[in-house]
């Protein structure tokens, strides 16, 4: 018996190459960079491509956001988002941008859900035993099995009219409904009013001015394909507070669990650009930091707060003495005046100061980048020039305070509190109340910057 060899000829594999894309991110100050993306990059993954491209420090607060400027509309754009599939609803003619700038209150409902639910706003579709706290409400959005109810007046744009109508509303997750009569919530009173499964909640920058709306807290339903304002279903809130819990139980319904997931595991990218392929720049948290003493002849460990804060001080205190002696002209007769000069200006190289810019300007920066307790920002006050103010978050409104300068024996101070709390200048008037309250209603968190790519 012969045996005889027989070839085998294997398929061909044929290497999967992904497609990429190049897309253009705008910051705050109008400056864009250009990035080659794959098609499956997520909104968190472009997140991390700029944060490591422009060395930021990644505190999980950087957000992409798509802005519709033809329509005045602007929405987050979730980490879990697939970048290109936001660009291919996008019209031939339309000039709408990505944005890369930080929103604080992008999951600050996690934390402090008791300030997104107003307990006005909210009832149960079941009868409950007790109270229920904002965080069991929260629970409930993230069940598929229960839910609770958002509900209150809101002002509604009429189909094709340019007039709006002030109407009680109710949000189930079935969708969002309107009452026919009244606050009545029988079944045979409410009409559907949208569903927000194949639409995206936007909200509305310039309501009043394009759409002639009551207030400025407006927000819309959008269908997720291109579509001009006729295919809108425009709302607007008489506060923000109401604005804000509408907009978060929506996305609370539209996402679930998915949103949970985003603030708890922030570096699950979908794509190559996820934290498995790009090392991302480590950034130090403050818990991991501790107070040295190196003053005697061994280091130690200062393990008592009150010391380690006293300390912090004077160390600030003597690096920002010697910083301003190298500003003065060392030897001259006049150093100590240029060195107060120095002082008087040396807080505009930071990044919470923002020179002249208006007050509204000031409250649309804010509101911009979260409004969460202690966001701020300190600009020239434009009714007194020799003054600054300092604009700030606190409960879900932004309040402003005067820094007034106060003269004493030929030096200038900074004050707060009618001269009770003294600052040389606006650096040392910050820092202490980034970890004091003092006469704020809370601490300073979180500065506003303006940031270039």
């Not at 031939?92 to 859900?113: D, T, V």
């Not at 936007?202 to 997720?224: D, E, I, R």
């Not at 280091?299 to 003495?321: D, H």
Request: with cysteine; aromatic share 10%.
């Amino acid at each position: 018996m012969s045996l005889s060899a027989r070839r085998v000829t294997l398929p061909a594999i044929t290497p999967i190459v992904l497609q990429k894309r190049v897309i253009k991110v705008y910051s705050e100050d109008e400056t864009s960079r250009a990035l080659e993306v794959p098609t499956d990059i997520t909104a968190r993954d472009v997140c991390q491509l700029l944060i490591l491209k422009n060395h930021y420090i990644d505190d999980h607060s950087w957000t992409l956001f798509e802005h519709l400027p033809h329509l005045g509309l602007e929405r987050t754009i979730e980490d879990h988002e697939l970048v290109i599939e936001v660009l291919s609803n996008w019209g031939m003619e339309e000039e709408n941008k990505l944005y890369f700038r930080k929103n604080y209150a992008k999951y600050e409902f996690f934390k402090n859900p008791m300030y997104f639910f107003p307990e006005h706003m909210v009832s149960f579709a079941t009868e409950t035993n007790g109270e229920i706290s904002p965080t069991q409400i929260l629970q409930m959005f993230l069940s598929s099995s229960t839910y609770p109810e958002i509900h209150g007046f809101l002002h509604a744009k009429e189909q094709g009219k340019k007039s709006w109508k002030k109407i009680y509303f109710l949000l189930r997750r079935s969708g969002l409904y309107f009452s026919t009569k009244g606050t009545s919530k029988e079944p045979r009173h409410l009409q559907f009013f949208s569903e927000f499964g194949n639409s995206d909640i936007y909200v509305s920058l310039t309501g009043k001015k394009k759409h002639g709306a009551p207030t400025n807290c407006g927000f819309c339903f959008k269908p997720n394909r291109a579509g001009g304002p006729r295919d809108l279903r425009m709302l607007c809130a008489d506060e923000e507070q109401s604005r804000t819990c509408w907009v978060t139980a929506l996305r609370l319904l539209k996402y679930g669990m998915q949103l949970y997931q985003n603030y708890m595991h922030p570096y699950q990218g979908r794509s190559g650009c996820s934290s498995q392929s790009i090392s991302p720049m480590r950034s130090i948290s403050e818990n991991s930091l501790v107070a040295m003493d190196f003053s005697g002849q061994k280091s130690r460990v200062i393990e008592n707060p009150t010391e380690a804060l006293s300390v912090a001080v004077e160390e600030g205190l003597a690096w920002r003495k010697k910083g301003c002696l190298r500003l003065g002209i060392h030897g001259s007769p006049t150093a100590s005046s240029q060195s107060s000069t120095a002082n008087m200006a040396i807080h505009q190289s930071q990044p919470w100061f923002h020179h002249k810019i208006s007050r509204d300007e000031a409250q649309r920066l804010i509101v911009q980048q979260g409004l969460v307790d202690g966001v701020f920002l300190v600009r020239d006050s434009q009714s007194n020039p020799k003054t600054f103010v300092l604009s700030m978050s606190h409960g879900q409104k932004i309040k402003h305070f005067q820094i007034i300068p106060v003269e004493d024996g030929g030096e200038l101070f900074h004050t707060l509190d009618d001269g009770h709390t003294r600052f040389t200048d606006l650096i040392q008037l910050v820092e202490f109340y980034q970890l004091n309250k003092g006469v704020l209603p809370c601490k300073l968190r979180h500065y506003c910057a303006r940031i270039a790519l």
